[in-house]
């Protein structure tokens, strides 16, 4: 698959007990992006639910991209909770990653939390074999990513927006922010909606995370309106730098990506 599908599933979160019903019921709502993590511990749940659909006919394998991104759970902490910085280069993961295409385990690769910084470098390693496909960050009204985006987008690497919608209803509340839900009533529109919305028209890929049967199936009815200039600026001038996803833990370590601007 030569495109990521702009809208996919989350499923950090996802309870194992729900996910495959979910996963059921995206497929056939039409989703075919699956954003997964090991560290989510709820892969093989998902696999159930898609492995269904495969057998029922509803849906082909190459037909379906499926995320998944490594991880040691058990991250090594110092006595002050700090993570124990590794002093791997990531070029040198970069290549390890690259070796998987090569072996037909996996079709592409990306990043996720890389600053420009990070990203260029990776774009300037001698003998780069695979360009990541996409860098997959934080994103919504809050943190609109300008800069990251315009980067990433000027060197043909996609974006993909996680966390979308603000996280759970008790997060920033985005979904309450009076311009979405302005803007919501204006198109007859869900706030979730347009959220992501916005992200398609910027042309970056959204992954929203729900186990709720009827967000799945609103979630995914973004492609039939289309947001006004005026009220794409209006949404992106709700900008606060706001970061949820920060991991302060490993604030020490050499490639921690977020002390710089963007
Ligand atoms: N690479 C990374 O470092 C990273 C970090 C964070 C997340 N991610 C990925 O990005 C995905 C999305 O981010 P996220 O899960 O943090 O946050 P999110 O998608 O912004 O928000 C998920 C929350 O919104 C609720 N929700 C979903 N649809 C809704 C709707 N239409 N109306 C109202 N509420 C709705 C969900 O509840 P219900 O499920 O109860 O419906 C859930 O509580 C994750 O699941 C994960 O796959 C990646």
Known sequence: ME??????????????????????????????????????HNESEIGDGIQCKIKEGVVRREDLFIVSKPGDEDMSLDRSGMVIPSDTDFLDTWEAMEDLVVAGLVKAIGVSNFNHKQLERLLNKPNLR???????????????????????QSRDVSVTAYRPLGGSSEGVGLLDNPVIQRVARKYSKSPAQILLRFQIQRNVIVIPKSVTPKRILENIQVFDFELSEQDMNDILG????????????????????????Y
Not at 130 to 152: A, G, S, V, W
Not at 238 to 255: G, Q, S
């Open 130 to 152: 695979f360009k990541p496909m996409t860098n997959q960050i934080e994103c919504h009204p809050y943190l609109t990513q300008k800069d990251l985006i315009r980067f990433c």
């Open 3 to 40: 495109r990521i599908p702009p809208l996919g599933l989350g499923t950090w979160q996802a309870a194992p007990g729900q996910v495959t019903e979910a996963v059921k019921l995206a497929i056939d709502a039409g989703y075919r992006h699956f954003d997964c993590a090991y560290l989510y």
């Open 238 to 261: 709700l900008d606060r730098n706001l970061r949820m996803c920060r991991l302060p833990i490993a604030e020490n370590h050499k490639d921690y990506p977020f002390n710089i601007d």
